[in-house]
């Protein structure tokens, strides 16, 4: 069986008995960054093998950890923090073993565009996820399709371009745009930034230094 366990997206407390178990019983244990996850483990009590599975190595053992499925080893997926290939290493393997009819299973669990979703007070009956936009190639091309999209969008961004990032979405969604920026969820530091596109771009000018990974909902074209 391949797993997908969803890991705490800050607050340790966060992971599931059942996530804990399965990470505790598996024979592998793939993640995004080894080091990050012996940290996890070693809080957790876990002694397992690590494995580096990432976005510059996943077409290069795409098989190997697929064949290894096929053959009965019991193969656990992690990203850094939240869901796996939720804008994160694992789409690939979890195709590879799907078009090979090999067993799958995602646990629920943490992930970051959830609470952010909800605590924006915007609308969560419907919803676009974007994730990280493109950094070059096709980016102004998403940047028109997301202005005039009629529901809720969720980007990510990391904090060293979230000011470029929101300075490019102004022209296109508009200064007034409703928007709410989440950074450090479930952490120590936790914020919630209510405004529009310019009050939020406003805001994090004049700040010397941005920390932690980064969740913006905006309001959708109808709203």
Known sequence: MLYFVPTPIGNLGDITKRSIEVLSNVEIILAEDTRVTARLLKHLGIVKPLKSFHAHNEHKVLQVYGDMVANGTDIALVTDAGTPAISDPGFLLARYCRERNLPVNCLPGPTAFVPALVVSGLPCDKFYFE?????????????????T?????????SPHKIIKTLEHLIPYLGMERQATLCRELSKLHEEVLHGTLHSILEDLSQRK???????????GSDY
């Open 149 to 157: 999209c009629p529901c809720t969008i969720i980007l990510y961004e």
């Open 131 to 147: 994730g990280f936009l493109p950094v070059k190639k096709g980016r102004q091309t998403r940047l028109k399709g997301l202005a």
């Open 209 to 219: 230094t941005i920390k932690g990974e980064i969740v913006l909902v905006i309001a």
